[in-house]
């Protein structure tokens, strides 16, 4: 965060990081961020889902980097809500705490969401990374344009998105009730009232990991009946036909009940039969 005359700035872009241990894959997250400032004024708001840590290595006391804590375990959309409520930036980003952000992402991402005021979120596209580090193949891309493929899937990455703070509070910000697709089920929102897009640059490193889970939530048919209810909104937005989003959304809840019952693997974790050939986009 910049100081100047000793009064505290305001950032145009607010980096949230949920986390809820101090860790390597956390340093390097925020080290991924640090490497890329100086084009426009940010901070780095790490929010602790849970008390904050006791002790504090240097890498955490940064001076673009504040801490907050949510005080007790509540979800990483509770986190998120919590990191925008105390910002006060045009922009908000995000990165998970375990996946990093590559040099030139905050460059791209504010001269798009500057030169396009009908754009509220903007992602990039990603590559895989295993717990190492090391780059296992590109993260799958959608094929026509975001908005539309909002209607059959997610194809965002989480950590890959920035979004005008005040199309945010329009839309609502994080459902807390939502124990995962969190940022689906908002990207929803958002698409309903603004474009979404994703950039043709690989800006984002996804890492997964063997900690990761894919177990059935808690409510997992009322967070099926919600996502599906969102589509439908979207459809009727796009002047989509409704009857064919209805099948859309059957067969996407059958996916992801086979996929939570281990009948099947998430689409991301298909890396470990073959690593793709394609070459990483500049």
């Given at each position: 965060m910049n100081q100047q005359s000793g009064k505290r700035t305001t950032p145009r872009v607010t980096f949230i990081v949920p986390a809820i241990a101090l860790n390597e894959h956390l340093r390097e997250a925020l080290c991924s961020l640090r490497s890329d400032a100086g084009f426009v004024s940010q901070e780095i708001l790490v929010v602790f889902d849970g008390a904050l840590p006791d002790a504090r290595p240097a890498w955490l006391n940064a001076s673009c980097v504040r801490i907050i804590s949510t005080g007790s375990r509540g979800g990483a959309a509770r986190a998120i809500n919590l990191g925008i409520e105390q910002s006060n930036s045009e922009y908000i980003g995000r990165l998970d705490a375990d996946d990093?952000?590559?040099?030139?992402?905050?460059?791209?991402?504010?001269?798009?969401?500057?030169?396009?005021?009908?754009?509220?979120?903007?992602?990039?596209?990603?590559?895989?990374?295993?717990?190492?580090?090391?780059?296992?193949?590109?993260?799958?891309?959608?094929?026509?344009?975001?908005?539309?493929?909002?209607?059959?899937?997610?194809?965002?990455?989480?950590?890959?998105?920035?979004?005008?703070?005040?199309?945010?509070?329009?839309?609502?910000?994080?459902?807390?009730?939502?124990?995962?697709?969190?940022?689906?089920?908002?990207?929803?929102r958002l698409a309903a009232i603004g474009q979404v897009v994703i950039l043709d640059k690989e800006l984002v490193q996804y890492r997964v990991h063997s900690s990761q889970t894919s177990s059935a939530p808690r409510g997992f048919f009322s967070l099926m009946r919600k996502i599906s209810q969102r589509r439908l909104s979207l459809a009727t937005e796009l002047r989509h036909p409704l009857s064919t989003q209805h099948l859309r959304n059957l067969v996407f809840t059958a996916a992801q009940a086979a996929r939570y019952l281990r009948l099947r693997k998430a689409g991301y974790r298909s890396y470990q039969s073959k690593r793709s050939s394609r070459g990483k986009n500049s």
């Open positions: 990093r952000s590559l040099p030139g992402r905050l460059r791209e991402q504010v001269t798009y969401l500057d030169a396009n005021p009908a754009v509220v979120a903007v992602g990039t596209n990603a590559s895989i990374i295993d717990e190492l580090g090391n780059h296992v193949r590109e993260y799958p891309r959608p094929v026509e344009s975001a908005r539309t493929a909002l209607l059959t899937r997610n194809p965002f990455v989480h950590s890959s998105l920035m979004m005008r703070r005040s199309a945010l509070h329009r839309a609502g910000c994080y459902d807390v009730s939502c124990i995962r697709m969190q940022d689906y089920e908002l990207l929803l």
